[in-house]
C-alpha cells in the first residue's frame, strides 16, 4: 500500500512555473512506477508524464514535452514535477498515481493522490 499527497498547486500567469510535489508513503515507494495525471473542468483525464523506479526512464506526452520536468528521490519518497512555459490550456486538477509493474507494461496505477489544482490565467 501507498498513501500519496500531492501539493505545489497554485495560480500563475501564462509563461510562469510551478514545481508540484508527490509525497509518498511506505518502505515499498522505490518499488512502483509513479505518474502524472490532470484533469480539466468537462475534460476526460490526461496522462502527462511517467517515471520508471529508478528514474532511468521517463515518458511525456507531447502536449507538455520541453516545458515539463519528472524526477523523484526515493531517499525521501517524493516525486516532483516541474512545469515551466505555463498556458492556459495546462489549467486542470493534476494528480500522481502509482502502480506495480514494469515501466513498459500497460499495468493499472492503482493508487492515488487527492490531485492540486493549477490554474494558469492569460
Known amino acids: 500500500q501507498v498513501q500519496l499527497v500531492e501539493s505545489g498547486g497554485g495560480l500563475v500567469q501564462a509563461g510562469g512555473s510551478l514545481r508540484l510535489s508527490c509525497a509518498a508513503s511506505?518502505?515499498?515507494?522505490?518499488?512502483?512506477?509513479v505518474g502524472w495525471f490532470r484533469q480539466a473542468p468537462g475534460k476526460e483525464r490526461e496522462f502527462v508524464v511517467a517515471?520508471?523506479?529508478?528514474?532511468?526512464?521517463?515518458y511525456y506526452a507531447d502536449s507538455v514535452k520541453g516545458r515539463f520536468t519528472i524526477s523523484r528521490d526515493n531517499a525521501k519518497n517524493t516525486v516532483y514535477l516541474q512545469m515551466n512555459s505555463l498556458k492556459p490550456e495546462d489549467t486542470a486538477v493534476y494528480y500522481c498515481?502509482?502502480?506495480?509493474?514494469?515501466?513498459?507494461?500497460?499495468?493499472?496505477?492503482?493508487?492515488w493522490g487527492q490531485g492540486t489544482q493549477v490554474t494558469v490565467s492569460s
Open positions: 498515481a502509482a502502480r506495480m509493474g514494469g515501466f513498459y507494461h500497460n499495468s493499472p496505477y492503482d493508487y
Open positions: 511506505g518502505r515499498t515507494f522505490r518499488n512502483y512506477v
Open positions: 517515471i520508471s523506479r529508478s528514474a532511468s526512464d521517463t
